[in-house]
């Protein structure tokens, strides 16, 4: 790359984060812009992404809600969303010809309901620009030597002037040290959005069972969520449980994942509000217990929270004040025992990575090491499901890839 005519801003990754950098890089055309991506293929979780259909953002338009949907990286992003925010992905994706449509969560998919509209539509605006991609190229060092940057790939070094640090999340520390060889402070990297283990569980049989209306707490901590919570065949899922493992993601990697939760399926109603409503029952309802409807419960999982009283063939009548108050007590405070975690396979994403401290996020451009910018999940920024994690790849890749191929940096 040396003897080319143009200086070279070389990406590292071909993911979302890294594509999108590239693209916005070449726009202006001051620079060469070659992605380096170490598998053989770009854009792979934009494919596997949503179940197959890329939930590419969220439709919230609000930068001050927007953050909160980030445990990691909340302040620095006000910024970032400053410059490219939800309604510039649309209106990006919309100007290529690729319209997003609004799930009823929120959750925005293109049309097509295929990832590979996304990725079609991102590689055509790439080779519009004329970004040059190498694929099966690992870096595994970065030299700075005379203002210029050298880059060990497997079985050549090469040269760039600018460098765009877009390698996504990686699970283990070690895998960072060609950036911590940078002096370059890393995050301890651990899981986010995973799913809770349970051994023996009360509700074995009620797989694929949904809590509409469900709050979760860690018990001895602050974290407590409410939404949906999903019965799988492991433990539990939904909603609920996908956000509190992203909010807790640092406390539960510190237990080993191993912790009591405290479920209450009437959320909000605290147990005084639940053990009211049971004893209205008792008073005026001549079935049997388990052939009420109880507020928003499924049939089933009534039915469970009775047998765990043995009031299933009881008539309300014969209901003990005892019985209503356990009742009420383990539909409001039921503690479960949490044992490990499994993937979430719809999303999953890594916490930790590229200390925010040492990158201005006007340009996401490191402090001291000047032309290493840095875009996507290599930083130490992860949204909760529903599109927040792309959303993060496209800002930063945007801003990375505007601010490296600026001539020199102003701001
Ligand atoms: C199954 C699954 C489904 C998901 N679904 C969604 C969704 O629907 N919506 C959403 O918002 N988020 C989703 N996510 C999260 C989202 O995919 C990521 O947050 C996003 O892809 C991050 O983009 P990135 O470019 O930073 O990293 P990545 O997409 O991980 O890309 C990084 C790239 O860098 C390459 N690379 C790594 N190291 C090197 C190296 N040393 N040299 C060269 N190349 C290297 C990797 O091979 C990879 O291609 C999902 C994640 C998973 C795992």
Not at 12 to 17: D, P, S
Not at 38 to 45: I, M
Request: net charge positive; glycine share 8%.
């Amino acid at each position: 790359m040396k003897s080319q005519l143009k200086p070279t801003i070389a990406v590292i990754g071909g993911g979302a984060a890294g594509v999108f950098a590239a693209i916005h890089a070449s726009y202006n055309g001051r620079y060469k812009v070659v992605v380096f991506e170490r598998s053989s293929k770009l854009l792979s979780k934009v494919k596997v992404s949503g179940g197959g259909r890329c939930n590419v953002t969220h439709a919230c338009f609000n930068n001050g809600v927007l953050v909160t949907n980030y445990p990691r990286g909340q302040r620095e992003l006000a910024g970032t969303f400053s410059q490219f925010t939800t309604s510039d992905t649309v209106r990006w994706f919309e100007n290529r010809g690729v319209h997003l449509k609004t799930e009823s969560d929120g959750r925005m998919f293109p049309s097509s309901n295929n990832s590979e509209t996304i990725i079609e539509c991102l590689l055509r605006e790439a080779e519009k620009c004329g970004v040059h991609f190498f694929l099966q190229h690992t870096l595994s060092n970065i030299f700075c030597i005379n203002d210029k940057f050298h880059l060990k790939f497997n079985a050549a070094t090469l040269e760039a002037d600018k460098i765009i640090v877009a390698v996504g999340g990686y699970p283990q520390l070690s895998q960072y040290a060609w950036l911590q060889n940078l002096d370059i402070e890393i995050i301890r990297p651990v899981p986010s959005l995973f799913t809770f283990n349970i051994k023996n569980s009360v509700f074995k049989g009620l797989e694929g069972v949904v809590m509409e209306q469900a709050s979760v707490k860690i018990q001895n901590s602050n974290f407590i969520m409410e939404g949906p919570v999903l019965i799988t065949h492991w433990g539990l899922s939904g909603p609920a449980v996908l956000k509190l493992s992203a909010f807790a993601a640092l406390w539960l990697a510190d237990v080993n994942y191993t912790f009591n939760i405290i479920l209450n399926v009437m959320a909000p109603n605290k147990q005084d509000v639940v053990r009211q409503m049971l004893l209205n029952l008792k008073l005026t309802e001549s079935k049997k217990v388990a052939n009420t409807k109880f507020a928003n419960l499924s049939s089933s999982i009534w039915l469970r929270y009775c047998t765990m009283v043995n009031a299933e063939d009881k008539y309300w009548s014969d209901i003990s004040n005892q019985t209503i108050n356990k009742l009420a007590e383990l539909l409001t405070g039921f503690v479960m025992a949490i044992d490990g975690k499994s993937v979430n396979k719809e999303e999953f994403v890594t916490a930790g990575g590229v200390n925010l401290k040492q990158i201005n996020h006007k340009t996401n451009e490191h402090k001291s090491i000047k032309g290493l910018f840095f875009a996507g999940e290599v930083l130490n920024v992860d949204g909760i499901t529903g599109g927040f994690n792309f959303q993060h790849a496209w800002s930063s890749g945007y801003i990375a890839g505007i601010h490296a191929s600026m001539p020199e940096n102003p701001l």
